[in-house]
């Protein structure tokens, strides 16, 4: 059984179930203290009815019913996919310019008469070689490098430069053979940044916000 105390506000606007009225009527009558809680109560009962009714001016009322009447935002009929797919691309691409993951050769020239170099590339056992790039010689300069990304992950390669002097006569050297499971890891990790950066955007922007209640 609940404490008659705890039951007073419910005695006083008569909302309580006969048996507990009954509870509480019997430890008014055998109480003093109770009564003076009941007398409590009442008091505070009174205070409470006696203050004025506030309710809302009518200027606060007119947004309240402006803002549940405006018709929600119609949301865009494209999904995530169709937006993350096109800007997945775009940053993969421009991830793989800027950290060109795939095979990086690197030789040194001397001399001050090269013109260009042609790389070339066969499947190591190979002797078919395919030309990959030309590069344009740089005055001054004896170290080149070459970041060669058209590679099929697992093969390995060997690859062939070729110096090419201001006359047009060329020269060849043997570079050191590559195993592209070496540049797959930087290979998968551009792709997965890619769609991560992109779909992570595409949340952030989708994002429904909770509309602001001016009053």
Known sequence: MNDPKSLLPWYLNESLPAEDKSAVEQWLAADDSARTALRVSQQAARVIVSQPERVPSRKVEQKLLARVQQPAPQKSGWPAWAWGLPLAALLFVLLWLLIQPGMMLQWSVRGSEIAAFRIYRAPVGSTEFALVDELPAVPAQQTYRYADALIVPGQSYQYVVEVVDQ???????????????????????????????????????????????LV
């Open 167 to 213: 006359s047009g006569s060329t020269a060849a050297r043997q570079a050191t053979n590559s195993n592209t499971w070496m540049a797959l890891a930087a290979q998968l990790a551009v792709l997965l940044t890619s769609f991560m950066l992109a779909y992570g955007f595409i949340l952030i922007v989708k994002e429904p916000r909770a509309p602001l209640l």
